[in-house]
Structures are given as structure tokens and as C-alpha cells.
């Protein structure tokens, strides 16, 4: 008898811990909702002050662009007003620039020249196109009269053609004055 009853007060007193650690674990369990539900709304109030910064900066934004606007307009206004010029400088590009005791910007002719400036055409020279057209005409030529070895033909009239072509193209260079004539 003792002993069922020593296994009864046993069992009770397990069941009653038991319960106890069931209802300790729905406390923290409820623990957790609350404090999950509390990182939400931290979540959401640094969402808020997020958007409240966004619209603040947006006002500001806006704010500046208005008076930018204002600046601009007045600006144009200020400039709308004709403006008197005073003095002037003139600035002669193809000749060089000299300076005398006078005060003279630059020669305007009436003396002698101290110095000789050319300006250089840009783009391909005649002789240069004498060369090509002198050489293909010439390989074609020569390919055209050599029978036996059209090869050996070709690059001897090619290189009488450029030769021939250099020399008129350069005679067309010096009429025009890009090359200095002998």
C-alpha cells in the first residue's frame, strides 16, 4: 500500500510539472508573438519616418527649383537690357601677330614684310594623285602590252606610270601655289 500510494503522489506531482512546463512554453510562445509583433511595428514606424524624409526631401526639391526659377528670371530680365561695348580688339588670323612702338596690332601693308607664312591646304595633293593614277593606268598598261609575262609588264608600267603621274601632279602643285616653285 505504501508504495501505491508513494507511485501516486509520484504521478501527481509529475503531472503537475508538466503542466507547468506546458504552460511556461504557451507563455513564452505568446512571449514571441508579442515581441514579433513589436519588431513589426518598429518596422513600420522606420517605413514611416523613411517616407516622411522622402516627401521632405521632395518639398525641398520643389522649393529650390522654384527659386532657381525665380534666379533665371530675373537673370533674363538683367540681360534683356542692351549692353554698351567700349572698346574692341581685332584679331587678324592669317597674318602674324607684331607688335611695334606705334601701338599696331598688326602690318596692314604699307611696310615690307618681315616674315613669310603659308597656310597648308589640307586634304590629298595633286601629285600624290598623279602617283596613284599614273601607277594603276601604268599596271594596266603594261600588263596590257607585255604578252609573255604580264607580271613583269604591270610593275614596269607601274612604276614609268607614278613617275610620270608625281611629276605632272607636282607641276599642278606648284601652279597652285602649294608647293614653293624652283
Partial sequence: MKSIVLTGLLSVFLLTACKKD??????????????????????????????????????????????????AKTAAANNSRPEVIRETHTVYRDRPSQSSGNGTYANNGSSASQGTTTTQKKGMSKAAKGTIIGTVGGAAAGAII???????????GGVIGGATGYTIGRAGDRKDGRVQPR
Fill in 22 to 71: 506546458d504552460q511556461v512554453a504557451e507563455k513564452s510562445l505568446e512571449q514571441q508573438k508579442v515581441e514579433f509583433q513589436m519588431r513589426q511595428l518598429e518596422i513600420e514606424k522606420q517605413k514611416l519616418a523613411i517616407e516622411k524624409e522622402k516627401m521632405a526631401y521632395e518639398a525641398q526639391k520643389k522649393a529650390d527649383s522654384t527659386v532657381e526659377a525665380q534666379k
Fill in 146 to 156: 607585255a604578252k609573255k609575262n604580264r607580271g613583269l609588264g604591270a610593275v614596269i
